[in-house]
């Protein structure tokens, strides 16, 4: 493909202007998004099924975390004196006896890094605010307990980890009737009425339906010190991560270290020479491309090794392809060249012509690309329209979505909100998550025009503006 000296292409790929038409729908980096996001764990379960048990748990094993626990009881509606009357016919396991309003305005603020006040629900007078409220303030992670925490969407949406405690029926009345009496002041008989006619139905109707929302199932509720071990250890996994690969599974980030932060220490000043930042962009971007290859699909297999010994490892997908988004994107196609010997790569151009928001498209793809795993190239991802648009095209040309990598070295936080919503199945590898756009929609605290910057155009026209 010949060159094409009038147009310009920059590290945010001419999206700025059609984004600038969009500004309400792709906000630019808010106080909120600086907040650290807090890991949100959803305990659900039948009445006296362990839940609380396995919350402690989980609060002691992440001791050195600051972790809250949000019982879905403190947010029960207060008994009016007519209900009051009639207690004994109250359902206290309806999804309508709980205020979820304010459930979901107390977990708006924690989110927001804001303190807030619990109310604690008086179970012999059936009132809340009679007591003091309990100051909860913002945390690493919070945990919501409670019976029917999974069946309002709007709280579901919140959690990055559902739990379900199984407990049988028999456990569960046993445990019931014992706390009831001690904590609640109320009698075997008035427990065995209430279980019979209010809390087995209401398990059967609107708890037990719950449990396919969870993403694991705790048989035996504390008892069972491995399922607590195992989440344990995811959640410290995730803890580590950043906030957006909490929310998308499909978004993975390399692990930071010294060497890498390094590397981005120079590429992203602006002081380094041209030289250096193509040496130390393609080392950066080795590490990327073969990141991405990790996330091919593979089988096992045995060599034979020159001491006669068998060796069992696997064999990769043989079928692969790269496709760069010109004219960034060509900058990663030597490091996935010398990862792949021979492998096939595409290209696609997408450029906005004049005023009228129309994109015209070029794309020189292989013929059976629809048959391949395909490694997509483009080293910014900033408001995503550009990978939108790829991405589109790949899929029209019949490549499944989950065969579809995304590498890049640094992501704006709004391309990956665009890019992950939009096509859910395909993964993100990037080096590093920037902290958002700015109002010229460029990424920042960003590395420039990746482009000029390593193909050496437009070196007059590069400004260096010092930080204020």
Do not use: W
């Not at 094409?4 to 600038?20: A, P, T």
């Not at 305990?43 to 839940?51: D, E, I, Q, R, Y």
């Not at 220490?265 to 020479?273: E, G, M, Q, S």
Request: negative net charge; charged residues 25%.
């Amino acid at each position: 493909m010949g060159s094409n000296s009038e147009v310009h292409f920059s590290g945010f790929h001419m999206d700025c202007l059609e984004q600038r038409k969009a500004s309400m729908e792709q906000p630019t980096t808010s106080e909120d998004d600086l907040y650290k996001q807090p890991f949100v764990i959803g305990v659900a379960g039948g009445a006296a099924s362990g839940k609380t048990a396995v919350c402690d748990m989980i609060i002691q094993q992440l001791h050195d975390q600051r972790v809250v626990l949000v019982n879905q009881d403190s947010f029960y509606h207060n008994l009016t004196e007519e209900e009051l009357t009639r207690v004994q016919d109250y359902n206290f396991d309806h999804p309508e006896a709980f205020d979820t309003e304010q459930l979901l305005s107390v977990m708006d603020k924690l989110k927001r890094g804001q303190a807030v006040n619990i109310p604690k629900y008086d179970f012999k007078g059936y009132k809340s605010g009679v007591s003091p409220a309990r100051r909860v303030n913002p945390a690493d992670v919070i945990i919501l307990e409670g019976i029917l925490i999974f069946h309002d969407p709007r709280v579901r949406a919140l959690m990055n980890m559902k739990i379900f405690v199984d407990t049988d029926a028999d456990v569960r009345l046993a445990r019931r009737i014992r706390r009831d009496t001690a904590e609640k002041a109320r009698d075997i008989a008035t427990v065995l009425d209430q279980y019979s006619k209010f809390v087995k139905p209401a398990f059967d109707d609107f708890i037990l339906p719950t449990k396919k929302y969870a993403d694991i199932i705790i048989p035996r509720g504390g008892d069972n010190h491995v399922a607590i071990d195992l989440i344990v250890q995811h959640i410290r996994t995730k803890l580590g991560q950043h906030d957006l690969c909490k929310i998308y599974p499909n978004l993975y980030v390399i692990q930071s270290t010294f060497q890498m932060r390094g590397m981005h220490t120079l590429v992203r000043d602006a002081k380094t020479t041209k030289h250096d930042f193509v040496f130390y962009s393609d080392r950066l971007i080795r590490l990327v491309v073969e990141h991405g290859l990790g996330h091919l699909p593979f089988t096992e297999k045995q060599v034979i090794t020159p001491t006669g010994s068998v060796y069992s490892g696997v064999d990769f997908c043989k079928r692969l392809c790269g496709v760069s988004i010109i004219r960034s994107g060509e900058s990663m196609e030597n490091a996935l060249r010398a990862c792949c010997k021979g492998i096939k790569i595409g290209k696609i151009l997408i450029h906005r012509e004049g005023d009228n928001g129309q994109q015209l498209i070029y794309e020189k793809l292989p013929n059976d690309i629809s048959d391949r795993h395909v490694l997509l190239l483009d080293p910014i991802l900033g408001t995503g329209n550009s990978a939108v648009q790829a991405i589109s095209l790949l899929l029209r040309k019949g490549v499944p979505e989950s065969n579809i990598i995304f590498l890049n070295l640094i992501s704006a936080p709004q391309g990956v909100h665009v890019v992950c919503k939009s096509f859910p199945r395909i993964k993100i590898v990037t080096s590093e998550i920037d902290i958002g756009l700015n109002e010229d929609f460029r990424v920042i605290p960003g590395m420039g025009e990746f482009g000029d910057r390593y193909f050496g155009t437009d070196d007059d026209d590069m400004q260096v503006v010092a930080p204020s």
